[in-house]
């Protein structure tokens, strides 16, 4: 069988591979080949790497690998030394927020000696950060069971995969429950990836944490307040998300806290003892999870994985299991879709809630405005499922005379 490869065979008339030095090469002159294109058997097309066999080099190519790339051992060896007790998911976010220092500073034009250096800088200070914020989370989490009064009832809201709609939930749940009590939205993501970015119109007080590198961030949607993450590294790893007693708010107690895991429900799945996934801990009062899906096969699927990642988790007694099903982007299961469900997700189908598309967040994401209220009547039926069914409440708790957080 022949296959083309930029212009010329990968196999020629004996199926033997044709491989010359550096690069692939054109079947010898005296192979018959095909030509896909119509060409006859036996007509010899000419070698697009030239007579020297070479590919053009483009103008700004390298014609190596810059030196500063073979400096990632170094970076790993700084990250295990700092904390030696890290994950390894986490450990190799410090040697990616290093790589992603040394690109921008050689793309700057920086010396290669000057480059290892500030990647160098870049590794310490991501892992010391990494140490100080994990440890600080483990202690805090060490008893079997949390205290999560301080945040009313917590949610949290997971995604099947990427793109789930996840965040869209969370917000929808927020702007629900905040007409009727007081709520609070925890929005833990990586900045730069978070859903949840541009959720909180007006931006407030800066609130401390664990390191100066990674800090929270108030701010208000409508009656409800919200916390976001905020930092100066480019990479955020489970292991750079401080503990829930950062996330406790400054004054006032919320009636329920709604929490974005993110769109990994995969990696949380994994050890959700530690990062996002410590909002589902067992603890009083307990933890309602929701998870959401896609009308698809594929996201059935991608959910019973990611429950059976969690049993071991429930089973041992240290998270809840999830509560309810949210389906994101449909009225009804299309038909052939719950077929794919496994045993797990099966147990969640009879009571699933259903979120269908609305045209101004499928344009422009969840934003500063109040989601639409034909949106918002779809998730009621869910809050009743919850027990959270909301009571009538317009002031806004974070604003009360000598309550407030954000003027």
């Known amino acids: 069988m022949t296959e083309p490869h930029h212009g010329q065979p990968l196999f020629g008339a004996g199926g033997a591979l044709h491989r010359a030095g550096a690069g692939w090469a054109a079947p010898a002159a005296d192979q018959a080949t095909t030509d896909g294109?119509?060409?006859?058997?036996?007509?010899?097309?000419?070698?697009?790497?030239?007579?020297?066999?070479?590919?053009?080099?483009?103008?700004?190519?390298?014609?190596?690998?810059?030196?500063?790339?073979?400096?990632?051992?170094?970076?790993?060896?700084?990250?295990?030394?700092?904390?030696?007790?890290?994950?390894?998911?986490?450990?190799?976010?410090?040697?990616?927020?290093?790589?992603?220092?040394?690109?921008?500073?050689?793309?700057?034009?920086?010396?290669?000696?000057?480059?290892?250096?500030?990647?160098?800088?870049?590794?310490?200070?991501?892992?010391?950060?990494?140490?100080?914020?994990?440890?600080?989370?483990?202690?805090?989490?060490?008893?079997?069971?949390?205290?999560?009064?301080?945040?009313?009832?917590?949610?949290?809201?997971?995604?099947?995969?990427?793109?789930?709609?996840?965040?869209?939930?969370?917000?929808?749940?927020?702007?629900?429950?905040?007409?009727?009590?007081?709520?609070?939205?925890i929005d833990p993501n990586d900045p730069a990836r978070s859903g949840l970015s541009a959720a909180a119109p007006a931006q407030g007080p800066r609130r401390p944490s664990p390191h100066a590198r990674v800090w929270l961030r108030c701010g208000h949607r409508g009656p409800a307040l919200v916390l976001r993450l905020e930092t100066t590294l480019p990479v955020i790893t489970p292991g750079l998300v401080p503990g829930p007693r950062w996330w406790t708010p400054p004054t006032g107690t919320p009636r329920v806290t709604v929490v974005?895991?993110?769109?990994?429900?995969?990696?949380?799945?994994?050890?959700?003892?530690?990062?996002?996934?410590?909002?589902?801990?067992?603890?009083?009062?307990?933890?309602?999870?929701?998870?959401?899906?896609?009308?698809?096969?594929?996201?059935?699927?991608?959910?019973?994985?990611?429950?059976?990642?969690?049993?071991?988790?429930?089973?041992?007694?240290?998270?809840?299991?999830?509560?309810?099903?949210?389906?994101?982007?449909?009225?009804?299961?299309?038909?052939g879709v719950v077929g794919a469900a496994g045993r797990r997700v099966s147990a969640l189908l009879t009571s699933a809630r259903f979120l269908p598309h609305h045209p101004e967040i499928v344009r422009g994401g969840i934003g500063p405005q109040i989601t639409p209220s034909r949106s918002r009547r779809a998730l009621l039926p869910l809050l009743a499922d919850l027990g959270l069914t909301p009571r009538r409440h317009t002031t806004p708790w974070w604003g009360r005379p000598g309550r407030g957080i954000v003027r």
């Open 260 to 335: 974005d895991t993110g769109d990994d429900g995969w990696r949380l799945a994994t050890n959700p003892a530690g990062g996002p996934g410590v909002w589902m801990r067992r603890g009083t009062p307990a933890p309602c999870p929701v998870l959401v899906v896609r009308p698809s096969r594929p996201s059935l699927v991608a959910a019973e994985q990611l429950l059976a990642r969690l049993e071991p988790w429930v089973h041992a007694g240290l998270v809840v299991p999830v509560r309810a099903l949210v389906v994101s982007g449909a009225r009804r299961w299309p038909r």
């Open 37 to 185: 294109a119509g060409g006859a058997r036996g007509q010899h097309r000419p070698d697009p790497l030239g007579e020297a066999g070479q590919r053009p080099v483009l103008p700004g190519t390298p014609t190596s690998i810059p030196p500063w790339v073979a400096a990632a051992p170094r970076w790993a060896g700084i990250a295990h030394r700092a904390h030696p007790g890290g994950t390894e998911q986490d450990l190799a976010g410090v040697v990616d927020t290093a790589a992603f220092t040394a690109a921008n500073a050689a793309h700057a034009g920086a010396d290669p000696e000057r480059v290892r250096e500030l990647a160098g800088e870049v590794a310490v200070g991501a892992a010391a950060a990494l140490r100080v914020i994990d440890e600080d989370a483990v202690r805090a989490a060490e008893p079997a069971h949390l205290d999560w009064r301080a945040f009313g009832q917590v949610v949290p809201v997971l995604g099947a995969g990427a793109g789930v709609g996840a965040s869209v939930v969370a917000a929808v749940l927020t702007d629900l429950l905040a007409s009727g009590g007081p709520t609070l939205l």
